[in-house]
């Protein structure tokens, strides 16, 4: 299944501006997930999920989406959409890694544990 859920960098930026064949799939992760209470519809509540991509770079680069309705967890890899034009304009895709992608992910948690941070390029959101 493939599952697009929103805009990451750009204010007003949606997927739905571009064509599907401007980005490139490539491995993220999830760095922090918050839950804000929506009071105007109950016990609602939005979840913003911020990720890392660009893993097998020195240059790790950072997204966020939110209100999204994608069941995730800290520290899970996810796929995410890069713009070929402008690699800092991302938007979420897939909840599941697949293994050819994983070692992606571990080699960048072991580089962020060598280096004594929670997660290697990424500042606290």
Same mark, same amino acid.
């Given at each position: ?35 804000? /209470? ?20 020195? /240059? ?29 304009? /991302? ?35």
């Amino acid at each position: 299944m493939f599952q697009v859920t929103g805009c990451k960098s750009e204010v007003g930026s949606r997927y739905e501006d571009y064509s599907p064949e401007d980005f490139l799939k490539v491995p993220g992760i999830v760095t922090k997930i918050t839950r804000t /209470s929506i009071y105007a519809r109950g016990n609602w509540y939005e979840y913003n999920i911020y990720y890392a991509y660009n893993l097998d770079s020195d /240059s790790i680069l950072v997204g966020r989406e939110m209100d999204v309705d994608m069941a995730v967890r800290e520290g899970d890899g996810i796929y995410i959409l890069m713009l070929k034009s402008d690699k800092n304009v /991302s938007f979420m895709a897939e909840q599941r890694i697949l293994p050819n992608h994983e070692k992606v992910v571990n080699d960048y948690l072991t580089k962020s544990k060598e280096k004594g941070v929670k997660y290697y390029g990424v500042d606290d959101q």
